[in-house]
Nanobody, 125 residues
Framework: VQLVESGGGLVQPGGSLRLSCAAS????????MSWVRQAPGKGREGVAA???????EYVDSVKGRFTVSRDNAKKTLYLQMNDLNTEDTGMYYC?????????????????????WGQGTQVTVS
């Protein structure tokens, strides 16, 4: 199993970025997946999850600004980030679970995900 993120960079407040996570070694459509952010000096925090065939969820701080989606044919997970602010700065990781559906209690728990990419840096300044 391999996850490779891309699309990070430096952006001004109010700007947009689209992160991508290319998956190999498993069928992406059968796995719960998440975007996890680690801000400087802080722990990892799940910010967006796609769970089961179509359930999506977001932490309050990104609701209305971030959109998670996946293209099963391309085996790619995306995170569209709009109206970025300085608090969105951090390393963004793509994570996949062995479980197809984690449910509301577990989809933002970091230990629920067994596979991780190397991360892509997002800096809003």
């Amino acid at each position: 199993v391999q996850l490779v993120e891309s699309g990070g960079g430096l952006v001004q407040p109010g700007g947009s970025l689209r992160l991508s996570c290319a998956a190999s070694g498993f069928t992406l459509s059968y796995n719960a997946m998440s975007w996890v952010r680690q801000a400087p000096g802080k722990g990892r925090e799940g910010v967006a999850a796609i769970d089961g065939p179509r359930d999506t969820e977001y932490v309050d701080s990104v609701k209305g600004r971030f959109t998670v989606s996946r293209d099963n044919a391309k085996k790619t997970l995306y995170l569209q980030m709009n109206d970025l602010n300085t608090e969105d700065t951090g390393m963004y990781y793509c994570a996949a679970s062995d479980t197809g559906f984690l449910g509301i209690l577990f989809r933002f728990l970091v230990p629920a995900y067994q596979y991780w990419g190397q991360g892509t840096q997002v800096t809003v300044s």
